[in-house]
Structures are given as structure tokens and as C-alpha cells.
């Protein structure tokens, strides 16, 4: 492991609309723990998504991706806008990041979704179906029909145009992320529910089959099985029931966005996406919030910073193996919502809400004053 005096390389992408507001807050964070762990970052930024295609006509450069590949982490806003819908598939702001997924081989995607108790009410469910609610969502983030090949659209002999995507798994690529999921699992409640559509889909029979095998290696964890469909009502229904959702790349996709309307805002969900470790233990990893760019917001000071700041919680806590940072991160932002700052996602009604500036301003003033 690198000392601790060593540079941390931080490679920092804003993206489009929200993202530049919410990463240059969190870097203020990121600045106060440099000074906190006494270990400097040394902090590379770079253009990803629509702001890449205005410049390079691409929406990630090879550049880029190789200043990521060497980095021992990425920090990543979000990407795309109405301004570039227009554009082909494979040259959209979203395929930026889809790249960097692939070519970094960040292959477990963790979503969690807590809901703090100051929160409940700002929940589409009622308080107490979601007080309390501690899940974590693990998406397969590099395989399934986000890849698969072949896809296209072709015109068919009679003239009819028929579009086409395949879902595809090897067992390596299932066998993985369960895996992944299982671990941890067992720093948290040793429950994992893995889901798949075995009753429909090729592909979910086999996710099944795998992840059956692989839970017999971990007989501490006490695994079930879930159709996609029923965990989807399962979330609105009693969403407690869950400890760790370990689902293919589409399915975690969809469930995520989900999980995340259970704890009041979208505006406060981090994500880890992590690859495997190497021989160091150390693994490649990108962190970002799950919201996206909300072009309606942008550029107004309205944002939520609070999923991207804790995004950079669990860079202290993956890849910089700070855990009692990542936790004293954490601790300031349920002070301060607890002290009731709030951005308008979350503002109570009748409330303006605070700007982005001002809920990073309460973050800091909070880590000061622990
Ligand atoms: C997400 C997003 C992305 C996805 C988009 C921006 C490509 O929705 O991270 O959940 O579909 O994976
Ligand atoms: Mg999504």
C-alpha cells in the first residue's frame, strides 16, 4: 500500500448541467480531508460527456481514459443534456461513461440507499415504512444488455426495421459481482436477495444457478432469490425486508432509481463503482452520485452537493481505506440534516432551501466542529 504521505491521484470529471456545481463543492470537502488525513491529493480535471463532444467531438477521450486507468481514483459528476439527445447511441454523453465503466473494468456498482430519520417524511412512501431503511443495491455494471453483442437496427427483407440488443452473461461475470455482494453482506446483516427474471429469461436462469453455487461457499449468508418485477413492488411494499439486492447491470439500473425515490431525494445517493483488486489490494474504482445532470437546475446554485460529497465518503472508505474519515464524513451530513438545512429537493413545503454553496458551507462547518 502507498504511504500515506504519498499523493492521492484523483482524477476528478465534472461532466454536464449540475455536475460542475456539485463536484466543485465536494471539492472543498475533498480539500478539508487532504489537510485532515495530512495526505495531499494531487487532483487532475478533465472534460467527459457533452462538455467532451462540444471540445473533442467525443464524449470521453483516449487521453482521459488512460489518466483514469493510472489514477487511484475517479470522481465523476454527470453527463448529457436535451442538447445532445439528437445524437447517435454510441456518440452520447452517456456513452462517456459507459466507456470508463468498461475500459476500467468496474464491474460492481454500490448503490445504497439510506433514509435518514429527518427525512422519512420527504419519502413517496409513508415514515414508517421507510424509517430506518438501510439497503444496498449491487448492480453488475459492465456485461448484460448495456454490452451485449450483436445490437444494431437492420431492415428486414419485406422492408420492416427491426432493432436489436443482446443480453449476455458468463458465468466469471455473474460469479463476480455475486460474490462481490456476499462479502460484503457479511459487514452488514448476512442477507443477500439476488435477482434476476430465472422465469422468463435464459440469462436469469443461469444468474440464478450461479449465484446459487456461490452461496454455498458462504453459508453465514443467508441468500433468496427474487424476480425483478416482484422486487420492484417488493421496494414500494415493505422495502425493510432488504439488506443487500445483488441484480444484473438493466434490472440495477431501474431497481436503483427506485431504491433511491424510498429515501426522500435522489439528490443524496453516492455510488462506489469498483473493479477487481489487484495484487496490492488496491482496485479501480469511480465514485459518483446517482442522480443525474438535471439540466432544468443548472447553472442556479440549486443543487443538491450532498450524494456527491458522500460519493467522496466512500472514496475514503474503498479506495483511500480511511474508514473513521468516511464515517466522520457521514456524521456531519446527518448532523446537518438534522439541524434541518435543506436544498429545495428536499426542502420542506413552503421552504426555499438553501443554496449549494451554503448546504457544502454546513458540511464544513460541522467536520470544524467535530
Ligand atoms: C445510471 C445512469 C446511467 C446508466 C446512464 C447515465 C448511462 O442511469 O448510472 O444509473 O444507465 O447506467
Ligand atoms: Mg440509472
Same mark, same amino acid.
Not at 470537502?29 to 489537510?35: E, L, N, Q, S, T
Not at 436535451?82 to 461513461?97: F, M, N, T, V, Y
Not at 473494468?105 to 430506518?132: H, K, M, Q, T
Not at 422465469?199 to 444457478?209: K, L, S, Y
Given at each position: 500500500?502507498?504511504?500515506?504521505?504519498?499523493?492521492?491521484?484523483?482524477?476528478?470529471?465534472?461532466?454536464?448541467?449540475?455536475?460542475?456545481? +456539485?463536484? %466543485?463543492?465536494?471539492?472543498?470537502?475533498?480539500?478539508?480531508?487532504?489537510? @485532515?488525513?495530512?495526505?495531499?491529493?494531487?487532483?487532475?480535471?478533465?472534460?467527459?460527456?457533452?462538455?467532451?463532444?462540444?471540445?473533442?467531438?467525443?464524449? +470521453?477521450?483516449?487521453?482521459?481514459?488512460?489518466?483514469?486507468?493510472?489514477?487511484?481514483?475517479?470522481?465523476? *459528476?454527470?453527463?448529457?443534456?436535451?442538447?445532445?439527445?439528437?445524437?447517435?447511441?454510441?456518440?452520447?454523453?452517456?456513452?462517456? #461513461?459507459?466507456?470508463?465503466?468498461?475500459?476500467?473494468?468496474?464491474?460492481?456498482?454500490?448503490?445504497?440507499?439510506?433514509?435518514?430519520?429527518?427525512?422519512?417524511?420527504?419519502?413517496?412512501?409513508?415514515?414508517?415504512?421507510?424509517?430506518?431503511?438501510?439497503?444496498?443495491?449491487?448492480?453488475?455494471?459492465?456485461? *448484460?444488455?448495456?454490452?451485449?453483442?450483436?445490437? *444494431?437496427?437492420?431492415?428486414?427483407?419485406? %422492408?420492416?426495421?427491426?432493432?436489436?440488443?443482446?443480453?449476455?452473461?458468463?458465468?466469471?461475470?455473474?460469479?463476480? +459481482?455475486?460474490?462481490?455482494?456476499?462479502?460484503?453482506?457479511?459487514?452488514?446483516?448476512?442477507?443477500?436477495?439476488?435477482?434476476?427474471?430465472?422465469?422468463?429469461?435464459?440469462? %436469469?436462469? @443461469?444468474?440464478?444457478?450461479?449465484?446459487?453455487?456461490?452461496?454455498?461457499?458462504?453459508?453465514?449468508?443467508?441468500?433468496?432469490?427474487?424476480? &425483478?418485477?416482484?422486487?420492484?413492488?417488493?421496494?414500494?411494499?415493505?422495502?425493510?425486508?432488504?439488506?443487500?439486492?445483488?441484480?444484473?447491470?438493466?434490472?440495477?439500473?431501474?431497481? !436503483?432509481?427506485?431504491?433511491?425515490?424510498?429515501?426522500?431525494?435522489?439528490?443524496?445517493?453516492?455510488?462506489?463503482?469498483?473493479?477487481?483488486?489487484?495484487?496490492? *489490494?488496491?482496485?479501480?474504482? #469511480?465514485?459518483?452520485?446517482?442522480?443525474?445532470?438535471?439540466?432544468?437546475?443548472?447553472?442556479?446554485?440549486? &443543487?443538491?452537493?450532498?450524494?456527491?460529497?458522500?460519493? @467522496?465518503?466512500?472514496?475514503?472508505?474503498?479506495?483511500?481505506?480511511?474508514?473513521?474519515?468516511?464515517?466522520?464524513?457521514?456524521?456531519? +451530513?446527518?448532523?446537518?440534516?438534522?439541524?434541518?438545512?435543506?436544498?429545495?429537493?428536499?426542502?420542506?413545503?413552503?421552504?426555499?432551501?438553501? !443554496?449549494?454553496?451554503?448546504?457544502?458551507?454546513?458540511? #464544513?462547518?460541522?467536520?470544524?466542529?467535530?
Amino acid at each position: 500500500m502507498a504511504a500515506a504521505s504519498e499523493p492521492f491521484r484523483l482524477l476528478v470529471l465534472p461532466g454536464d448541467g449540475i455536475g460542475p456545481e +456539485v463536484i %466543485g463543492q465536494t471539492l472543498r470537502v475533498v480539500d478539508w480531508f487532504g489537510r @485532515f488525513l495530512g495526505r495531499p491529493f494531487a487532483i487532475s480535471q478533465d472534460l467527459v460527456g457533452g462538455a467532451c463532444l462540444d471540445t473533442h467531438g467525443v464524449p +470521453v477521450t483516449d487521453a482521459v481514459v488512460e489518466t483514469a486507468l493510472s489514477a487511484d481514483a475517479v470522481l465523476f *459528476g454527470a453527463v448529457g443534456g436535451e442538447k445532445w439527445d439528437s445524437q447517435p447511441i454510441h456518440l452520447r454523453p452517456e456513452a462517456g #461513461l459507459l466507456r470508463l465503466r468498461k475500459d476500467l473494468d468496474l464491474f460492481a456498482n454500490l448503490r445504497p440507499a439510506i433514509c435518514y430519520p429527518e427525512l422519512a417524511s420527504a419519502s413517496a412512501l409513508r415514515p414508517e415504512l421507510v424509517e430506518g431503511l438501510d439497503i444496498l443495491i449491487i448492480r453488475e455494471l459492465t456485461a *448484460g444488455v448495456y454490452f451485449g453483442e450483436p445490437r *444494431g437496427v437492420e431492415t428486414l427483407a419485406n %422492408g420492416v426495421r427491426r432493432a436489436f440488443d443482446t443480453q449476455a452473461y458468463t458465468s466469471e461475470e455473474v460469479e463476480r +459481482v455475486v460474490r462481490a455482494g456476499f462479502d460484503i453482506a457479511r459487514g452488514r446483516n448476512r442477507r443477500v436477495c439476488s435477482v434476476d427474471k430465472a422465469n422468463v429469461m435464459q440469462t %436469469g436462469a @443461469f444468474w440464478r444457478e450461479i449465484a446459487t453455487a456461490v452461496g454455498r461457499d458462504y453459508p453465514d449468508v443467508e441468500l433468496t432469490h427474487m424476480y &425483478a418485477d416482484n422486487c420492484a413492488m417488493q421496494l414500494m411494499r415493505r422495502p425493510k425486508q432488504f439488506d443487500v439486492v445483488v441484480t444484473d447491470n438493466l434490472f440495477g439500473d431501474i431497481l !436503483s432509481d427506485a431504491a433511491a425515490m424510498l429515501t426522500g431525494s435522489l439528490g443524496l445517493l453516492p455510488s462506489a463503482s469498483l473493479g477487481a483488486a489487484g495484487p496490492d *489490494g488496491v482496485r479501480k474504482a #469511480l465514485y459518483e452520485p446517482v442522480h443525474g445532470s438535471a439540466p432544468d437546475i443548472a447553472g442556479r446554485g440549486l &443543487a443538491n452537493p450532498l450524494a456527491t460529497i458522500l460519493s @467522496f465518503g466512500m472514496c475514503l472508505r474503498h479506495s483511500m481505506r480511511a474508514p473513521e474519515a468516511a464515517d466522520r464524513l457521514e456524521a456531519a +451530513v446527518r448532523r446537518v440534516l438534522a439541524r434541518g438545512v435543506r436544498t429545495a429537493d428536499i426542502a420542506r413545503p413552503g421552504e426555499a432551501g438553501v !443554496s449549494t454553496t451554503q448546504m457544502t458551507d454546513a458540511v #464544513l462547518a460541522e467536520l470544524d466542529a467535530m
